[in-house]
Each structure stands twice: as C-alpha cells, then as structure tokens.
C-alpha cells in the first residue's frame, strides 16, 4: 500500500515554505510530504531529501531525475550536518523528520518489520547493524528483556525475552510473534494491539538505534538551520515524543528557538478514518531565533 503523507496540511503549515527556500527532508521515503514542500519553494528553492533504506532512495531518484536543484541521498539523518558540509549546502530553513516506517515498509520490504507477515526476521533500515534474527542469538537474556522493556514499554518483557531465548534460533517474524503470544497472558492476547507490538517496537527501535538517531540530529539543529529556520518532527510513540520534547524546551530555554505547538499536534478524528497509521502521530514544530 503506497504511503500515505501523515499529517500533511499541518507539515505545510508549520514549515510555512516559501520560493527559494532551502528544505531538508530527513525522512523521505515516498515522498509524499516532499512533493508539497517542493511545490511551495520553487522557483528558486533547493531540496535535499535523505532515508536511510537505499532502496527508498534508487525509487525516488527515477522519479525525481530530472528535477533541478533536488538532491537525493541515502544516509542515517543523523549525518545531516556532515551531508550539508560535503556537499557544500548551507544551512537550511526547514527539516522534516517523519518518524520510524512507511506502510510501504511493513508491507513490503520483506524484512520482518510486521508481526502479521511471515518475513525474515531483519528490521534494518540500512545493512550497518546485524539483523535482529542474530541479536536475538547474541544478547543475553536480562539484556533483551531490558531492550524490550525500556524501547517497548512491554510489561511481560522478562518472560517474552525467556521465551525468546528457549525458542532460539527464531529467524521469522511469524515464529518470534507467535511465541509471544503463547507467553503472555489470554486477556492480552485480547487487547486492542497485538501482544507482539510492543515487542517488535522495541526490537526495531534497538537494532536502528533509532533514539540515539533522533537525539543526535536534534542536537545539531542550530548548525542545520539558518535563523527563522523551522523544523517540525512527527514522532509515533511516547519515547521519540519525549527527547523531541525535551530538546525543543532545551533549545527554546538557551534562547535558541522559539517553540510553536504549545501541545504536540495530533491528527483529527477525519484523518485517523482514512489513514488508521496516523492514530498515534504528534508533531511539534520549533522556529530558530
Ligand atoms: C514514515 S516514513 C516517511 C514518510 C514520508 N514523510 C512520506 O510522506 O512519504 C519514514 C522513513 O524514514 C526512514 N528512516 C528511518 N530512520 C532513518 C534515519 N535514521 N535516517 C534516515 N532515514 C530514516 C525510513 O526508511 C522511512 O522511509
């Protein structure tokens, strides 16, 4: 299913882009979000699109070839500030960072990122990490649980990650989500996620690094973006909410930004019908002073 742009005539909105303005997508993927930001700084504007999954990058470099002043690139965003240096860019007036995974990738990258499909048990965006099928070998038992408990906020994360190691060697993503549900309680299994979200969260979270990602290139905002520069993040769960949350405060407290969703932006009950992926989206949107 082709991704659907979540939150879109807020992104506009808060990255308020304008004719020959420097953008910076951090999380490209389909492209959706890109193309509306396209059509507002041109003439005369410039864009940088970034994803990890090289893939992702090869499709919209067919699509985008001849487009002018748009450079597409397939690195980790937390590199955005040695990107913008090799290539001699400057500093921008927008980012966009567009958390975690497209529909497109939980259906279609064929690395294990969903629970309901029978892949292999991968969940990298790029091949630097080793696949989670190896980690689950690799770690130690009080190890996964913690990785499982903290980057999934799963309660029964001690006897998921118990079971995991009895189970081994676990190399699809069915197997690993059906033994978590043989682990967890009945009335869990009922609940109104599957029992294996939590889990699986936790495992692409840890084996993408994806928290440290968002707080390094957090961390560099001020050296990405020129004064009057926005940047804007929409993040998918509580723990990528909170360091987007605690950054804008820290650089809105040094003087740095000016804060401008008061209270993180969240779909309307419209959007969550027609796009159920967005029902957890915030976003939050900074202006550097
Ligand atoms: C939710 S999708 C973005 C959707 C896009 N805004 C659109 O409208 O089509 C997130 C994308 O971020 C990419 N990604 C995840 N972590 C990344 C990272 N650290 N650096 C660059 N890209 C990353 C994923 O590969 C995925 O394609």
């Not at 980012?95 to 991968?122: A, H, P, T, V």
């Not at 299994?189 to 936790?202: L, V």
């Not at 605690?246 to 401008?260: M, N, P, V, W, Y």
């Amino acid at each position: 299913m082709k991704h659907k742009p979540v939150l879109l005539r807020e992104v506009i909105e808060f990255l308020d882009p304008k004719p020959g303005e420097f953008f910076i997508d951090g999380t490209l993927d389909g492209g959706g979000h890109a193309a509306a930001v396209l059509e507002k700084i041109m003439p005369g504007g410039k864009f940088l699109g970034i994803d990890w999954d090289k893939d992702v990058i090869a499709k919209r470099k067919v699509q985008m070839a001849n487009r002018k002043n748009v450079i597409l690139v397939s690195d980790n965003y937390k590199n955005v500030p040695m990107i913008l240096k090799n290539k001699k860019l400057g500093k921008a007036d927008g980012l966009l960072l567009d958390l975690g995974l497209s529909s497109e990738q939980l259906e279609s990258s064929e690395k294990g990122f969903s629970f309901q499909r029978d892949e292999k048990l991968d969940m990298r965006y790029s091949e630097e990490s080793k696949p989670v099928y190896k980690w689950l070998e690799k770690l130690k038992e009080s190890e996964l649980a913690k990785i499982i408990k903290d980057f999934g906020e799963e309660r029964f994360a001690y006897r998921i990650a118990r079971a995991i190691k009895k189970n081994l060697p676990i190399r699809t993503s069915k197997v690993l989500a059906d033994i978590i549900s043989g682990v967890v309680p009945k009335s869990y299994a009922h609940a109104r996620i599957h029992p294996a979200t939590r889990t699986f969260q936790a495992l692409r979270i840890f084996v993408n690094q994806e928290l440290k990602n968002l707080e390094t290139v957090l961390n560099c905002i001020p050296e990405i973006l020129n004064p009057h520069g926005r940047a804007v993040v929409i993040s998918f769960h509580s723990l990528e909410d909170r360091i987007v949350k605690h950054s804008f405060r820290d650089l809105s407290k040094e003087g740095k930004a000016e804060i401008l969703t008061k209270k993180p932006i969240v779909p309307s009950k419209e959007e969550v019908l027609d796009n159920p992926r967005s029902r957890s989206a915030k976003l939050r949107a900074i202006k550097i002073l």
